[in-house]
């Protein structure tokens, strides 16, 4: 039972433009969101969270908005760059327990 | 700090073998994570540690499976017998502590890469 989604396994996007990554979820207990980012032959590293008191985190380049109503959270980059391609996970996590990742998104980035 | 380090890279072996996998976690880090990576079901996390102790063993899959953590700075994942349904990226992960959000960031390893024939 995967409660954390990632329905497209792979993203394509031209160096510049905005590069849209999805994650949608089941557990509406859910309190806490993250994305990772890993490249080949890494392990993930911590990139954005959110807090589902909000509905929006900016970083930098990256930014992260929640829809509580749809159970969707999504990750934009702007602009994209070739160092961003990689795989990017999304996670959840309720209250203190256990964080739940969805199984990946590869973003490659095209010059 | 060096980060978190596993050891093998990669392990590759024969059905029916005993693998250890090891992992040392960042210093001052009191939680420390296994987690197997697989295309069908992503980072799934195995069991996790607290001050040394299991907290949470419900992700491991099998008898077979076993982790120890004699120490703050050193952790074994076990899996004896080993099966070809074991193939696998298995990483650790270390965090100091919980924070104001019960969470704190989740440091990894570069992986063990396991193949096992």
């Known amino acids: 039972d995967q409660q954390v989604k990632q329905n497209s396994p792979s993203l394509s996007v031209q160096e510049g433009r905005i590069s849209i990554l999805n994650c949608d979820y089941t557990n509406s207990m859910f309190d806490y969101f993250l994305w990772y980012k890993k490249y080949p032959a890494e392990g993930p590293t911590f990139l954005i969270s959110?807090?589902?008191?909000?509905d929006k985190n900016e970083d930098g380049r990256f930014t992260v908005f929640l829809n509580k109503s749809a159970k969707h959270l999504s990750l934009h980059i702007v602009p994209s760059q070739p160092g961003d391609s990689a795989v990017y996970f999304c996670?959840?996590?309720?209250?203190?327990?256990?964080?739940?990742f969805g199984t990946g998104t590869r973003l490659t980035i095209i010059p | 700090d060096a980060g978190v380090i596993q050891s093998p890279r990669h392990e590759v072996t024969e059905m029916g073998q005993e693998v250890t996998l090891r992992c040392k976690p960042i210093s001052g880090h009191d939680y420390l994570f296994w987690y197997r990576q697989t295309m069908m079901r992503g980072l799934e996390l195995l069991i996790y540690f607290n001050n040394n102790v299991p907290i949470d063993d419900s992700g491991m899959p099998e008898d077979r499976f076993s982790a120890k953590m004699p120490n703050a700075s050193f952790s074994t994942l076990k899996i004896q017998p080993s099966e070809p349904r074991d193939s696998a990226v298995y990483f650790c992960?270390?965090?100091?502590?919980?924070?104001?959000?019960?969470?704190?960031?989740?440091?990894f390893g570069s992986g063990t890469q396991l193949s096992v024939l």
């Open positions: 992960a270390s965090s100091q502590g919980r924070g104001p959000s019960g969470y704190e960031k989740l440091f």
């Open positions: 996670a959840a996590k309720s209250g203190n327990e256990k964080l739940t």
């Open positions: 959110i807090s589902s008191i909000k």
